[in-house]
């Protein structure tokens, strides 16, 4: 089939290669969202899907807005015959869903109808599901609700932070992205729709969504933590200050109040309403990321001091 795969951030970047790599389908042009910058330098740089389609010399749409009247004219005349989508990042209208005859497949990374919406890898370990996945599917104008394609599966380790997991679902997912689009080819493969039933929602996961809250269990707390590392990262306030958080570990370790740090010779332990964890790597504002026994160190904590 010819093909205009649409996506923007990393994770979108096994998917397009499985179908450069395919031999079976043409991939004509990429959609991503248009040149940003980032960085401390504050550069221009191209989305890592934009970058991977300049190296194959293949055509990239950056719109504005995916509703542009000069966009949706360049799409019209490249008459793809399907659409895949991987984490592209902006709202589709029916206009442009109509445009290819097969319609826009998009890889989503949860097992459908459960975690619609913009974070699902986030939601999935906050709220320690077992197992999560991807599923394929056809978009529609309501979010993540059309039928579905396939599915696979993929185990939520105690480990895991969302990034280690959404790494194995963006290898695991682009398999199962190709394969539909052969099926979808052959013929062989129809769409069913989501049932009614488990519907959940994920909605984008904001830095101050990431603040540790340490009055709660440290279940809960390690969940958060690993949820939202390394995007947007965790965090507490110290001394008025900002300090990023990286994943903890939990322990046996009781007595010590909500927030309390104790600093020990070979760890640092933080108090929660239940047993202490034990902090990993932290940053202080302006710093470098550190091992917390570094970071305590030299900070020179006092008896009494908590995060919160």
Not at 23 to 46: F, M, Q, S, Y
Not at 192 to 211: L, N
Not at 235 to 253: I, M, N, Q, Y
């Amino acid at each position: 089939m010819r093909l205009v795969f649409a996506g923007t951030p990393a994770p979108a970047v096994p998917s397009l290669r499985a179908l450069l790599d395919s031999g079976r389908h043409e991939v004509a042009a990429v959609i991503t969202r248009p040149d940003a910058r980032a960085g401390r330098g504050r550069k221009v740089l191209r989305s890592p899907v934009g970058e991977l389609a300049d190296e194959h010399g293949i055509e990239v749409l950056t719109p504005a807005r995916p509703s542009d009247p000069d966009f949706l004219a360049r799409l019209r005349d490249i008459a793809p015959d399907c659409c895949p989508v991987v984490a592209y990042g902006a709202l589709l209208k029916q206009e442009a869903l109509d445009v290819p005859a097969h319609g826009w497949v998009n890889l989503h990374f949860s097992l459908l109808p459960a975690w619609r919406g913009a974070a699902p890898v986030q939601a999935a370990v906050r709220h320690g599901d077992e197992i999560t996945g991807a599923a394929t599917f056809r978009l529609v104008p309501e979010l993540d609700a059309g039928p579905v394609y396939g599915v696979v599966t993929e185990p939520v380790r105690d480990t895991d932070t969302s990034g280690a997991l959404l790494e194995r679902l963006a290898v695991s997912g682009a398999g199962l992205l190709a394969a539909t689009l052969d099926g979808i080819e052959d013929g062989t493969l129809d769409a069913r729709p989501q049932p009614a039933e488990g519907v959940s929602y994920a909605p984008k996961v904001t830095p101050e969504d990431a603040r540790a809250d340490f009055t709660a269990p440290a279940l809960a707390v390690d969940r958060l933590i690993r949820s939202v590392s390394p995007d947007p990262g965790a965090w507490a306030w110290f001394r008025d200050e900002r300090l990023k958080l990286g994943p903890v570990s939990r322990t046996e370790e009781t007595g010590l109040a909500p927030g309390e740090i104790d600093v020990q010779r070979r760890r640092v332990l933080v108090g929660t309403a239940t047993g202490a964890v034990e902090l990993g790597e932290v940053q202080a504002q302006g710093k470098k990321r550190m091992a917390a026994r570094d970071w305590a160190r030299g900070t020179r904590i006092e008896q009494g001091e908590r995060l919160q």
